[in-house]
């Protein structure tokens, strides 16, 4: 990982950069330590101050540099490199004292936005998250699960050579860690948790009966969902619920971004990124672990299996579940403070590296 931090950058670079933050966050005294995400950064915000950069600087750089180069400081330093440095797939989310640090896999959108659930975890372990290879618009995204395994574990392992190893996936980031967990644990190395939050295979992997109940459910709530529409608003609702499930089963490619979305920017490479997700999805088959697998699930689950323990317990040699309030987004994005209380509680019988 490039180190910005040994870095100076020049005055008249951090007042430029400065002059854009405070004019497209709305925010004044911003300070060059200050970090993007602490000051109310949002993906649309991120792109917004990128476009600045490419004016301003006459230099485009990838929206997804602002996960690396998070402060004003640390984005100066990249922008006086004559080159664009290669960033690793590791986003640094919580800094710890802990020797052994945590993992955690991303969803469908490829992204590392876990930086909140990291801060509401209490444990003195680091807290890392993958990013998906071409968010930053440069590279082809892999299309499946068992490349992007093999590409986590080459920078995780380089990371930290020896384990125990903590993976934990969010829904289409728990097949990412299995899969790593898998290949951990056939070359001998020491998982010591893997926990998957409200991650399934892909509906056609499942029973018959599972498949048939999720149909029913995922019916029931878009019948309920038409209902309390207008007719125009309800065709609408259908339609793009046709088109997702045509992805889904790889009929339909992703739409397209705005035809002005810079290539780089997180507009631009995001429908790339979820359409590469849906094809590794449907082709990825979970193998049986020897192993653990911790478990939690969301209360309301919609569109997603009513029994977990009926899945993975197949699946695994040993499985346990927990549940907390909220639905499959809320867990992560709302309501992490319950999500942050389990694996709280997960990582403190998690052993630490001898």
């Known amino acids: 990982m490039p180190n910005l931090d040994s870095y100076t950058p020049c005055a008249t670079t951090i007042e430029a950069l400065t002059e854009i933050w405070q004019r497209v966050l ?13 000051l109310g950064g949002s993906d649309p915000l991120a792109d917004k101050i990128f476009a600045e950069v490419a004016r301003v600087f006459n230099r485009e750089l990838p ?62 372990h680091s807290i890392y998250g993958f990013q998906a290879r071409g968010v930053d618009g440069l590279e082809e995204p892999f299309e499946s699960i068992e490349e992007m395994a093999a590409y986590y574990l080459e920078a995780m392992v380089a990371f930290q050579p020896v384990g125990p190893y903590v993976l934990i996936g969010y829904s289409f980031g728990g097949l990412i860690t299995l899969e790593m967990a898998q290949r951990l644990a056939e070359s001998g190395k ?73 290539r780089l920017s997180y507009a631009g490479t995001a429908f790339r990124i979820r359409e590469s997700a849906y094809v590794a999805y449907g082709r990825y088959r979970p193998r ?58 997960y990582l403190r019988g998690a052993p630490n590296q001898e």
């Not at 709305?26 to 602490?38: C, G, K, L, V």
């Not at 986003?91 to 955690?104: D, H, N, S």
């Not at 999720?214 to 309800?234: G, Y």
């Not at 549940?323 to 709280?344: I, S, Y």
Request: with cysteine; charged share 25%; hydrophobic share 40%.
């Open 26 to 38: 709305h925010r004044t005294n911003i300070r060059p330590e200050d970090a993007f995400p602490e």
């Open 63 to 124: 929206t997804a540099t602002i996960c690396h180069a998070p402060t004003i400081a640390a984005l100066a330093a990249v922008l006086e490199q004559p080159a664009l440095p290669r960033f690793p797939p590791l986003v640094k989310l919580k800094a710890g004292t802990e020797r052994t640090p945590v993992f955690i896999a991303h969803g469908l959108d490829g992204r590392a936005k876990f930086l909140k659930l990291a801060k509401h975890i209490a444990t003195e």
């Open 190 to 262: 020491h998982v010591a948790l893997l926990v998957l939050i409200d991650a399934y295979p892909h509906p056609r992997y499942l029973s018959p009966g599972s498949r048939l109940r999720l149909m029913v459910r995922r019916a029931k709530r878009h019948i309920s969902e038409m209902r309390h529409r207008s007719a125009r608003d309800a065709a609408s609702y259908f339609i793009r619920g046709l088109r997702h499930r045509l992805q889904m089963a790889g009929v339909r490619k992703a739409e397209s971004p705005h035809p002005d979305a810079p």
């Open 288 to 345: 049986f672990y020897r192993g653990k697998i911790s478990f939690v699930r969301a209360s309301s689950a919609s569109y997603f299996p009513d029994d977990p323990i009926a899945i993975w317990s197949k699946l695994a040699d040993e499985f346990e579940i927990k549940t907390v309030p909220g639905d499959h987004l809320e867990m992560v994005n709302g309501g992490f403070e319950h999500l942050a209380a389990v694996l709280t509680s």
